[in-house]
C-alpha cells in the first residue's frame, strides 16, 4: 500500500527533475494554477461520490494522485508533512 503512494512521490520528483514531452503529470507540475484547479475540482468530486455512495475509490485515487503532484509543483516536501503529523500524535 505505501510502496504505491511512494512511487507517486517518486514519480512526481523524477518527472519534475527530468520532464516527458506530452506528460499529464509535466503539465501539472509546471501549471501551479491547472494544478491548483485540478485538486479542488477532485475534492470537490470525492464529496460527491460519497454522498451519492458512487465512483468513491476511483475519486478518492485520483484526489491522492493530483493532491501529490501540487504538493511536489510546489515545493511541499511529503517528508516534511509527514514530520508535522508525527508532532501531532497525542
Do not use: C, Q, W
Not at 3 to 31: H, I, M, Q
Not at 46 to 51: F, R, T
Amino acid at each position: 500500500m505505501l510502496n504505491t503512494l511512494e512511487s507517486l512521490f517518486k514519480l512526481a520528483r523524477e518527472r519534475k527533475s527530468n520532464p516527458v514531452d506530452g506528460s499529464y503529470t509535466n503539465r501539472l507540475l509546471s501549471d501551479k494554477s491547472l494544478s491548483k484547479e485540478k485538486v479542488l475540482e477532485e475534492i470537490n468530486e470525492l464529496v460527491d461520490s460519497v454522498e451519492k455512495n458512487t465512483n468513491k475509490i476511483h475519486e478518492a485515487a485520483d484526489v491522492f494522485y493530483h493532491l501529490i503532484i501540487y504538493l511536489e509543483a510546489n515545493d511541499i516536501k511529503i517528508e516534511d508533512v509527514m514530520a508535522e503529523l508525527n508532532k501531532r500524535k497525542k
